[in-house]
Structure formats: structure tokens, C-alpha cells
T-cell receptor, first 111, second 110 residues
Framework: QKEVEQDPGPLSVPEGAIVSLNCTYS??????FMWYRQYSRKGPELLMY??SSGNKEDGRFTAQVDKSSKYISLFIRDSQPSDSATYLC???????????WGAGTKLIIKP | NAGVTQTPKFQVLKTGQSMTLQCAQD?????MYWYRQDPGMGLRLIYY???????DKGEVPNGYNVSRLNKREFSLRLESAAPSQTSVYFC?????????FGQGTRLTVV
């Protein structure tokens, strides 16, 4: 069993919809949670970085962490065609700086 | 503001050839990483360097070597390329755990 599970998609939604992207994990030692966006033929770029359970908002993006359920989510409001990309979750344990990655979900926003 | 710079961007090698992928960061980060990304496999860690002078194996180190030349530079060497090493290679750096990536090197081994 992988430490981090993420549905590879693709997830196709109409422009303006609310998008929900999710990862589940098995190890309760993870303390830091990140979401990356990767456009085709580009490197991943950091979108959100959270520590502990709860919500963090940045513009149209909200990251949610539920440590009791070992479940993290990224919500995108008012989705735009420019949001079409692959979204990867990454988790980190305490002082160990190695990141454990989800496989990524391909998101397609239809105009 | 260059961030993480990788060279070359594209490379085609013949089986058995060697090459070095270069990576440099200008953010004064202590930690640097080399990943490979293959369709359906996500990002897999090849080697990392927690600080200048140290390197450690990641998930898929076989067939690769690394050198942390100084705080800025971390190179990845393929001594005898194999078709299984055809992939996109990413270098990344971090200071507090979140990684910042270069634009990648697309390597094809024929």
C-alpha cells in the first residue's frame, strides 16, 4: 500500500465550478501538507503549505487537512481554464525534509 | 530571480553513454533533491542532499551518482545510460521542507 493515495483522474469540470481534489494517507506521523500545481512540460510549483488540521485560504484556493481521517483536500473556487493542470499533494514528517508524493490528479476545466 | 536552474533542458543519449545533469539554485537553500517523473509513477526521489557535504539515497538511486559541489550546485550523473532511464528529471531545493523545482530535463535514452 502506498503511503499517499491520490486519484489520477482526469477530472473534467465546467468553467466556474468548485473543484475538490483529495489525497489520503496512512501514516499519522505526517505533519506538513503541501499542494503543488504542474502545468504540462513544466516543473511543479508550490500552491499551498499547511501544518496541522484545519483550513488555509489563498485567493480562490483552500487547503483543508483532517488529521483524524488522514485526509487532505484542495478546493478551487470559480475554476478557470488556466487552472487546467496536474495537482500533486506532498506530505512531510517532522524534521525529515523528504517529501512523500501523491501520483497527481489531472484537472481539466472546460470553457 | 532565477530560482532553480537545470541544464540541459533536453538530451538524447545512446545506451551506454554517460552524462551529467546540472542544477544550481540561488535561494541559499540548504537541501537539494533530484527526482525523476514518469507517466503514472509520480515523482520519485533519486538522491538528496540535506546540506552541503552530505548526500543520501532516495527511492530509486540505482544507476545514478550525485555530487553536491557547493551550497548552490547539485549534479546528477548517469555513468552508463539505459533505456529505463528515459524520463523527466527535476532538481529541487528547500530550506524548511517545501520544495522549489527547476523546469526539468527531458532525457531520452535510445
Amino acid at each position: 500500500q502506498k503511503e499517499v493515495e491520490q486519484d489520477p483522474g482526469p477530472l473534467s469540470v465546467p468553467e466556474g465550478a468548485i473543484v475538490s481534489l483529495n489525497c489520503t494517507y496512512s501514516n499519522s506521523a505526517f505533519q506538513y501538507f503541501m499542494w503543488y500545481r504542474q502545468y504540462s512540460r513544466k516543473g511543479p510549483e508550490l500552491l499551498m503549505y499547511t501544518y496541522s488540521s484545519g483550513n488555509k485560504e489563498d485567493g480562490r484556493f483552500t487547503a483543508q487537512v483532517d488529521k483524524s481521517s488522514k485526509y487532505i483536500s484542495l478546493f478551487i473556487r470559480d475554476s478557470q481554464p488556466s487552472d487546467s493542470a496536474t495537482y500533486l499533494c506532498a506530505l512531510r514528517r517532522g524534521s525529515n525534509y523528504q517529501l512523500i508524493w501523491g501520483a497527481g490528479t489531472k484537472l481539466i476545466i472546460k470553457p | 530571480n532565477a530560482g532553480v536552474t537545470q541544464t540541459p533542458k533536453f538530451q538524447v543519449l545512446k545506451t551506454g553513454q554517460s552524462m551529467t545533469l546540472q542544477c544550481a539554485q540561488d535561494m541559499n537553500h540548504n537541501s537539494m533533491y533530484w527526482y525523476r517523473q514518469d507517466p503514472g509513477m509520480g515523482l520519485r526521489l533519486i538522491y538528496y542532499s540535506a546540506s552541503e557535504g552530505t548526500t543520501d539515497k532516495g527511492e530509486v538511486p540505482n544507476g545514478y551518482n550525485v555530487s553536491r559541489l557547493n551550497k548552490r550546485e547539485f549534479s546528477l550523473r548517469l555513468e552508463s545510460a539505459a533505456p529505463s532511464q528515459t524520463s523527466v528529471y527535476f532538481c529541487a531545493s528547500s530550506v524548511t521542507g517545501e520544495a522549489f523545482f527547476g523546469q526539468g530535463t527531458r532525457l531520452t535514452v535510445v
